[in-house]
């Protein structure tokens, strides 16, 4: 079975939606990160599409909120760790589908970084919903699996 790699397109100015694997342990006092090797594990293809001047869109499930929006569970702690490891600008989303979402990435710049809230907020996600993944699929041109262990 062959399969593209991002090797194999031209991601120059197109929009790539990057399935991560974020799902770090974090500390239960402080909310945070203690150990962000799934944050280092994805740094190359993030920084790949960065240098190819790629529109980088990144999703990730944090935890187990089960279809329910959960504070502590937001995305935001992420964001600013893979901010200082990669020493630009990573944006957090409100949501990860939707209009506002969608107009985020309109305003997305080639080489920038736009995190989209945790998918595992809607309960659409652990469901495999067809709807739902077709929602996030609208908003990139290319899709990119770098999360294999979270692909169940």
Do not use: W
Not at 17 to 45: C, H, K, M, W, Y
Not at 126 to 144: C, G, P, T
């Amino acid at each position: 079975m062959n399969k593209l790699t991002i090797r194999d397109i031209d991601v120059g100015s197109k929009r790539v939606l990057v399935r991560a694997d974020f799902n770090v342990p974090l500390d239960e006092e402080t909310g945070a990160i203690t150990d962000d090797s799934r944050i280092q594990a994805t740094l190359p293809t993030i920084k790949y599409l960065i240098d190819r001047r790629a529109r980088v869109i990144l999703c990730s499930h944090l935890g187990r909120p089960k279809g329910k929006v959960v504070e502590k569970l937001r995305l935001a702690v992420v964001a600013q760790r893979l901010s200082q490891i990669l020493g630009q600008s990573v944006e957090v989303a409100a949501d990860c589908i939707g209009s506002d979402v969608e107009k985020a990435i309109e305003k997305l710049r080639v080489g920038d970084v736009l995190l989209l809230e945790n998918i595992r907020f809607h309960p659409e996600e652990e469901a495999n919903d067809a709807s739902f993944a077709q929602a996030l699929a609208r908003l990139a041109d290319i899709y990119v699996n770098d999360a294999f262990g979270a692909s169940h």
